[in-house]
């Protein structure tokens, strides 16, 4: 029979359950028992939900009050020695303070560094490693839980990040070091690990290592092997994992592991299946990730059957069912969604229903399907028949538009030096012009009001008045402070996908649909569930008002068509490049309409499109290709005099600024200050063309930057960049600061742009 089981589930509880108990932890108002019974209880409805949908394991590990990784990094012993000297167990408060760099016990220090895991939105702990790092067990916690779930008389499965992934994940803390040659001290540990668990009962562990579907230098695939060859003498059977891609160049690497089973991703990379059909050795289970763990689409389970059944015949009972990854990347359970309608609803799975889809699916390929069984898959291919041809979803004037796209609606009429000699006679900016990325502080205030509204509380025209009163604040403010080129201040915005998603037609929102973004923190992607196009303005009323407050050239804001895409929910039903240029012609005629307004100036923020790299370098250059054609197809439309800014904020350029250049914004406002300019190093050896603006402050830090401090930032910048081509602006938008430290933080920062044009 095909064993149905899944890599992990959400933690965070169907009412978010863990971030309230946690963070209610933090505050003081409950003790550490009160927040380790929340987790017990947690987990045991997770592995209850497990149960009851059918699967044949629980898995145990996949829990975390911050992070898993983190878990492990402690299992490990391997805190920072800036955490202090750890006698015994690494405590609960140690891991918290790893990771926000204070708990209710324990000297405060600079918390360890947050990074995306893969590409996820979720981000994981990053390990920090030295010369001479030590390991040893030093935490109970997964032993505790192995013996919590067996106790409730679950057959246990473990989930644990595998040796080589978390170390590939993890960053070398001393100069001129290799954390690879940590392998040896390390593997012994894991050994314990497991030796400790098979004495405890558990029969399978398996082991996350995604980096086995990235581009792997030649020591750390020589790693794996070495790895596994040392770790297959333990007494329990080990399920390598690997997921969000292909095993491609490492698919003989992974089959040929000497461990009972190898679980693949045949979501994201179906094409795989036969491959490693092929190349799998008979003794070793196959784990197939048919359900898709990252996107919330309901399986098609009558395709799936057919897709599976040479697996199965070829597998027999060594064939495993799963979703793709771990189900933490999506929300948790459907059935909340009371506010959905039913026919959208009807095309939906979250986590729970997930479960479901597995054990059905490995009832069907067993040929064991139970009447519940029959049912779940007729009405999924009923819904998924129902999707393929619903006018909800297909709007053939989208489809026309955008075949009708040729490759001069991606280009301004003129290239930038002739757009900037007209700009600039057109906008009369200072040298150094002074900017902000476009968010003022969302007061408590504001967030009431939308409250209000929300619940239709407050009526619409009492709250569109309060919102423009805001925009008065601002731009009263920015007058004062002598800012040459204003924003509104994004007062009207509640996030600046959300924002957007809400005004254009193909989207949906969900009420519960949380995911864990990092440790308490989640977030509730839109769902592009259908063709995008726009029904009319999105922020022209508030940006022609904020106009008609000021002489001074308004920036128009908008979120670019990438970071929509990257934030949201995407269909799976056409590739994401299509939902991609589809957004990009809707923001397309909201610039032609800010333009008509009279807006001179118009930001469409990027922040996104980096992390919307593909994980093989290989796949680098297509996604680029589409995504900087979707930006520019935004921004084309604007004529030669209308200036159009971008806004990133990450920290690497290096290897994407190409594709960055080839934007071709007029201006681009980026993070750097906390770089001291240096970023700007890959602009300048790029010869970058166009204007830019480097962020001279961390809006992230509460501090008030100095005047001076932020003109020796600019004179480093004009080493880099000529003077005439650079602006003066923030890292980031403001919307998280308040009003005191915003206020004398640009009254310093316009200072210096004044200090620098007496000096230039
Ligand atoms: N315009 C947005 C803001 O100022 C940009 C946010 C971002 O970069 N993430 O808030
Ligand atoms: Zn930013």
């Not at 067993?366 to 291919?381: C, F, S, V, Y």
Request: net charge negative; proline share 5%.
């Amino acid at each position: 029979m095909a064993l149905a089981h899944i890599l992990g589930y959400p933690r965070i509880g169907a009412n978010r359950e863990l971030k309230k108990a946690v963070e209610a932890y933090w505050k003081g108002e409950i003790d550490q028992t009160t927040l380790e019974e929340s987790g017990k209880t947690l987990r045991a409805a997770h592995w209850q939900a497990s149960r009851d949908a059918g699967l044949d394991l629980v898995t145990v590990g996949d829990f975390a009050f911050y992070d898993q990784v983190l878990n492990v990094s402690a299992l490990l012993g391997a805190v920072p020695p800036r955490f202090g000297a750890i006698e015994g167990d690494v405590d609960l408060d140690t891991t918290f303070r790893m990771a926000r760099g204070r708990a209710p016990t324990g000297e405060p220090a600079a918390a360890c560094e947050m990074t995306k895991y893969f590409d996820t939105n979720y981000h994981y702990l990053v390990p920090e490693l030295h010369a001479g790092q030590r390991f040893r067990v030093a935490s109970t916690r997964l032993f505790d839980e192995v013996a919590e779930a067996q106790a409730e008389g679950h057959p246990v499965k473990v989930a644990l990040l595998g040796p080589i992934s978390w170390l590939w994940l993890a960053k070398e803390k001393s100069e001129g070091f290799d954390r690879l040659t940590l392998l040896d001290t390390l593997l012994p540990v894991y050994g314990e690990i497991l030796e400790r668990l098979a004495a405890q009962g558990v029969e399978w562990v398996q082991l996350d290592e995604p980096a086995l579907v990235q581009d792997l230098p030649r020591d750390w695939r020589q790693a794996f092997e070495a790895a596994y060859n040392k770790l297959q003498s333990a007494r329990v059977k080990l399920l390598v994992a690997t997921y969000f891609g292909a095993l491609g160049d490492n698919l003989g690497l992974a089959a040929g592991l000497p461990v009972a089973g190898l679980h693949i991703d045949t979501v994201r990379a179906p094409e795989q299946l036969d491959a490693v059909l092929d190349r799998l050795p008979t003794y070793k289970v196959l784990s197939i990730g048919a359900i898709d763990g990252r996107n919330i689409w309901r399986a098609d389970l009558a395709a799936l059957r057919e897709r599976l059944q040479v697996a199965r015949a070829r597998l027999g009972e060594r064939l495993w069912v799963s979703a793709s990854c771990s189900l933490l990347h999506v929300p948790v359970d459907l059935e909340a969604e009371t506010d959905l309608d039913a026919e959208l609803k009807s095309w939906l799975a979250f986590a729970r229903q997930k479960l479901d889809e597995i054990v059905t699916l490995a009832h069907l390929l067993d040929g064991r399907a139970t009447d519940a069984d029959t049912a779940r898959l007729e009405a999924a291919t009923q819904a998924l028949e129902a999707r393929r041809n619903s006018p909800r979803i297909h709007k053939p004037a989208v489809g026309e538009r955008l075949s009708a796209v040729s490759a001069t609606d991606a280009e301004r009429p003129s290239p930038y030096g002739a757009r900037a000699k007209v700009q600039h006679r057109h906008l009369d900016l200072p040298l150094f012009p002074t900017t902000t990325i476009g968010s003022f502080p969302q007061t408590q205030d504001i967030r009431a009001a939308r409250r209000a509204f929300k619940s239709g509380e407050l009526g619409r025209d009492a709250y569109e008045a309060r919102m423009r009163q805001e925009i008065v604040h601002a731009v009263e403010r920015q007058e004062v402070l002598d800012i040459d080129v204003p924003v509104h201040g994004e007062p009207e915005r509640n996030d600046m996908v959300e924002y957007f998603g809400e005004l254009l037609d193909g989207f949906a929102f969900t009420r519960f649909g949380w995911v864990q973004s990092y440790g308490s923190r989640c977030v509730k992607p839109p769902v592009i569930f259908g063709d995008v196009s726009r029904p009319g303005p999105m922020t022209v009323r508030w940006s022609e008002y904020a106009q008609s407050l000021t002489d001074k050239p308004m920036k128009g804001m908008l979120t670019g068509p990438v970071t929509i895409l990257q934030w949201s929910f995407v269909r799976d039903d056409q590739p994401r490049d299509a939902t991609c240029r589809q957004i990009a012609l809707s923001l397309r005629d909201e610039v032609a309409d800010l333009e008509a307004a009279g807006i001179k100036i118009i930001q469409i923020d990027e922040p996104a499109l980096r992390e919307g790299l593909p994980l093989r370098q290989g796949e680098w250059q297509r996604y680029l290709d589409w995504a900087v054609e979707s930006f520019k197809l935004s921004a084309a439309v604007a004529r030669d005099e209308t200036q159009i800014h971008t806004h990133m904020c990450y920290s690497e350029f290096n290897d994407i600024i190409a594709a960055i250049a080839a934007l071709d914004a007029d201006v681009i406002t980026i993070e750097t200050s906390r770089s001291d300019m240096e970023l700007l190093d890959a602009f300048q050896d790029f010869a970058y063309p166009n204007e830019i603006g480097p962020g001279v402050y961390d809006i992230h830090s509460p501090n008030i930057p100095e005047v001076e401090w932020m003109v020796q930032l600019m004179e480093k910048a004009a080493e880099k960049i000529p003077a005439e081509r650079l602006w003066v602006n923030p890292d980031c938008g403001l919307k998280t600061r308040g009003w005191a430290e915003v206020e004398p933080a640009l009254a310093n920062m316009v200072e210096a742009a004044k200090e620098l044009r007496r000096r230039h």
